[in-house]
């Protein structure tokens, strides 16, 4: 069956699907599988789909949607699963604005519920010329395989306590200090459910080359999926030739999305030239700190986030944790050249003309 379609969700970028597209009743009930689905109701709230332009188009009644089947596990949003089958006329919900497709299981009430998708079918791609024989479409189609190149380049990882504690803001501070002083930016995201935002963000502040883990063909991290998403990524941006890479990892150090992997792993560790902890408040900053120095061994060298939101705040981390306070909002140059001081024994001048 071939339909036009009103939306095509961000998730699904690799394949670039266009607005008409050939459907098979037949769906693959699998993580990443790219359908299209009917919206049933009418939001004011968390209403918006990230398109794969990464603008954001607000969704009603009757639109129909391409998306991918994932699963979601967000403490201020959706979480949901892959459901065991589904069949044309099922409904699921949309998880996440970057398109994701599951069956929500709980929901934050700050969001309300999300909205009800009605399952058309599976998109059929057609890789070979003139061939009339589809295939199902996959996110995994198109996506980055990693290369052989070595990382030597140093990575700052921004982690976070939290999901909205600040962490890409200080991403991309981090970032656009680190291009003002003449160095070829990698911005990465590592984990979370695919959304383009996040590496937009990096990318305007600065950032020459972007990547994400739905790049490399996951819809959403997890433990078995971080580490070797990381190394993909990381691998792609030494291929071209970047300089430091900045890596956000979302959601939080204690999270499901597999941030904890990426702490544990030692050449991943071992890649770190900086380490700043976002923290929501003087608890997760104090325990935020504590936590990554007992069980990974990693010492912060920055506190950033809401709990350094005024004098307060960094006045606790600075005498209670020990360590530099710096907001990104209040004081962005701060932050940036705390960094740019740290990474310069590695980096040495910068090469940009």
């Not at 996440?96 to 998109?123: W, Y």
């Amino acid at each position: 069956m071939k339909i036009h379609v009103d939306k095509v969700g961000s998730v699904t970028r690799n394949l670039q699907v266009g607005r008409t597209v050939h459907l098979t009743d037949e769906v693959r009930c699998e993580e990443g599988a790219v359908i299209a689905v009917r919206i049933h109701g009418e939001k004011s709230v968390y209403n918006q789909l990230e398109d794969v332009n990464g603008r954001l188009v607000t969704l009603h009644a009757g639109d129909i949607v391409v998306g991918a089947l994932g699963h979601r596990n967000a403490l201020h949003g959706y979480e949901g699963v892959v459901p065991a089958s589904v069949t044309v006329g099922d409904k699921l919900n949309i998880l996440n604005m970057g398109g994701v497709i599951g069956k929500c299981t709980s929901h934050n009430p700050g969001v309300g519920p999300p909205f009800e998708a009605e399952v058309l079918g599976q998109v059929l791609t057609f890789p070979e010329f003139q061939s009339r024989a589809g295939q199902h479409a996959h996110i995994s189609t198109g996506a980055l395989k990693g290369t052989s190149r070595a990382v030597t380049c140093p990575v700052v990882y921004v982690v976070g306590t939290c999901m909205n504690a600040g962490k890409t803001y200080a991403a991309s501070v981090v970032v656009r200090k680190l291009s003002q002083a003449g160095y070829r930016v990698g911005g990465a995201k590592l984990t979370g459910v695919s959304l383009m935002r996040d590496t937009l963000s990096m990318q305007d502040s600065g950032a020459d080359v972007v990547m994400d883990f739905t790049d490399a063909g996951v819809v959403c991290t997890g433990a078995r999926t971080a580490s070797k998403v990381a190394r993909i990524v990381f691998s792609e941006m030494a291929a071209q030739e970047v300089d430091v890479i900045v890596a956000e990892t979302g959601d939080g150090i204690m999270g499901e999305y597999g941030v904890q992997a990426i702490l544990a792993d030692p050449e991943l560790k071992a890649l770190g030239g900086a380490f700043i902890l976002c923290a929501n408040d003087p608890v997760g900053a104090a325990g935020g700190v504590r936590h990554l120095r007992e069980v990974y061994g990693i010492e912060m060298d920055m506190v950033a986030g809401p709990a350094t939101d005024n004098a307060v705040g960094v006045r606790f981390v600075e005498q209670v944790v020990g360590l530099p306070a710096r907001n990104a909002r209040a004081d962005p140059n701060a932050l940036g050249n705390l960094i740019v001081e740290k990474l310069a024994p590695k980096l040495g001048a910068g090469r940009k003309s």
